[in-house]
């Protein structure tokens, strides 16, 4: 495998998707992380925010004495290597950010089959001004700075950005040094993946009895089909139907994972409940705990009742790498944060299948595995549903308003073109009362607001450019078709400093 050594570079996941599209496995660890070097074909240490040459700045890994294998240094991981063996690294009086033209000086396996002049993506205000003994330049920036050296032994050190798409060549030069320098064979495919997981999950799981909670969302619905095929009958899918589910999806979810996937699926309608318990809770937070907690006693019933002993969770490793940056070493849960308490107080095992993969490689299983892509390419739905796009009290009468609009919304962005084009667009109902006309009548009726945002990991956001004829589609359908809505407005905040959703 290929390992990654995060130094704290936005670019670093990017890194080890392009491996991983040339069909090695590849893995992200932190630069304190302790790692078994065992396995470790390659390492690559990644760029990052910091200056060497200042006090505290993050060094090599503690294991990186027992690794006798070959390094790319990327940007921070090159003056990393410098600073360490002995050569100079400073602060530039020109910092080179962005487009740069560079030129190879001297021919080497990193470069094979690559032109002698190439635009590359440059992102950092230091640059090497003297190499350690044993190093040579084999690229110059136009400026004259050392884009490139290397030892011919151990290193080879960049102090461009060869994972990004600005730089010309950079998959080539990625695939360079796993092939021609590290002399890998690539041996990661999706394919393999499948095969491989299913067998150890059948070993792991077989004669137990497991339970998910199945939302209907892509990385729950991949993890659950996948530990399908692998012990069948034995996975208790549960879908709970708390009525804050878009419209129709109560139908449609179980319709699809059980005729068509051929899940055993129990569908456990809770609909009464949940409004009981939510009638005239106003606060956010109120509302998202006795969902939250609602939805685990729900689940607890089912999996008690099913004697289950572990429980399957869709993390995935967007999940993992953020958790280990934050410090936590441990998977965060974040498809289905309702669930989040059980594993403890139940005593379940967690089995995660698809925590080494990313979230295009999760819809492409997904897609292997024959679940249809309106569950593949599914937009994401908080847990509490349509209880946190309701602000203020939520009501039966407000749901069903809210769930025609929506749904009118959402068929104009599929006819469209726009659905798959924005990271998640819905609609939200809001406690006011606007005047109208209808017909002669004055109307006294809904406001409701429409939200599209564009997004990549939903941690920041901005909102969706979207054509103002398809507004106005949806604008007219929506106060044409749905009885209760007397106004339509579209929401112009990014977040920060807004979230993407309103409570
Ligand atoms: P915010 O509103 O925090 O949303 O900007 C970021 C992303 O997370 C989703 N979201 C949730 N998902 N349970 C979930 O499973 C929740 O309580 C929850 N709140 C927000 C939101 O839809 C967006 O994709």
């Known amino acids: 495998k290929v390992v990654i050594v995060d130094y704290g570079s936005q670019y670093t996941q990017l890194i080890a998707r392009v491996i991983r599209e040339l069909g090695y496995y590849s893995q992200v660890v932190q630069y304190d992380e302790p790692l078994d070097t065992d396995e470790v074909g390659a390492v690559i240490f990644s760029g990052g925010p910091e200056s060497v040459y200042e006090e505290n700045s993050p060094g090599l890994p503690e294991w990186f004495e027992r690794y006798n294998g070959k390094v790319l240094g990327i940007c921070y991981g090159m003056q990393l290597v410098v600073h360490a063996l002995g050569g100079a690294v400073e602060q530039g009086k020109t910092a080179e950010y962005g487009r740069t033209e560079l030129e190879i000086i001297k021919d080497d396996d990193i470069f094979s089959g690559i032109e002698k ?41 960049l102090q461009f950005h060869p994972e990004v798409r600005h730089t010309s060549y950079g998959r080539e ?20 993946f499948i095969k491989q997981k299913i067998n150890e999950l059948r070993e792991h799981l077989s004669g137990k009895k497991v339970v998910a909670a199945l939302s209907g969302g892509v990385d729950s619905s991949v993890a659950c089909v996948l530990v399908h095929r692998a012990i069948g009958e034995n996975l208790l899918n549960v879908f709970v139907d708390h009525g804050l589910l878009r419209k129709n999806e109560e139908e449609e979810v179980p319709r699809i994972f059980r005729q068509v996937l051929g899940l055993n699926l129990l569908k456990i309608d809770a609909r009464k409940v949940f409004l009981e318990k939510l009638r005239g809770i106003v606060d956010p937070e109120k509302k998202r705990k006795i969902i939250g907690e609602q939805f685990i006693r729900v689940f607890e019933k ?51 299948p698809l925590k080494n993969l990313f979230k295009d490689e999760v819809r492409i299983v997904g897609e292997m595995l024959g679940i249809p892509r309106s569950i593949i390419h599914r937009q994401p739905f908080p847990g509490p549903g349509l209880g946190v796009r309701i602000v203020g009290e939520i009501t039966e009468e407000k749901l069903e308003i809210l769930k025609e609009a929506d749904d009118v919304f959402i068929q104009v962005l599929k006819e469209t073109g726009w659905y798959e084009k924005t990271w998640q667009a819905f609609s939200v109902l809001l406690p006011v ?25 939903g941690m920041t956001a901005d909102w969706s450019r979207l054509p103002h004829e398809i507004l106005d589609l949806a604008s007219r359908r929506i106060l044409n078709r749905v009885k209760g809505i007397g106004r339509v407005v579209y929401d112009i905040s990014s977040k920060p400093p807004a979230t993407i959703e309103w409570e």
């Open 433 to 457: 009362r606007s005047v109208g006309v209808r017909g002669d009548k004055r109307a006294y009726d809904y406001v409701l607001a429409l939200r599209s945002v564009d997004s990549v990991e």
């Open 302 to 352: 089912e999996a008690k009742r099913y004697g289950a002993t572990h429980l399957i969770q869709g993390t995935i490793y967007s999940d993992v790498i953020e958790s280990a940056k934050s410090g936590k070493k441990t998977a965060a849960i974040k498809s289905h944060h309702n669930v989040g308490g059980l594993p403890q107080r139940m005593d379940l095992e967690i089995v995660e």
């Open 117 to 157: 002049h190439l635009t590359v993506w440059m992102s950092h205000g230091d640059h090497v001004k003297k190499l350690p003994k044993t190093f040579k330049t084999i690229a110059k920036s136009k400026d004259g700075i050392i884009a490139a050296a290397t030892d011919e032994k151990k290193f080879w050190l």
């Open 173 to 192: 030069i990625i695939e360079n040094f796993l092939s021609r320098v590290c002399k890998l064979v690539p041996n990661w495919s999706l394919e393999d």
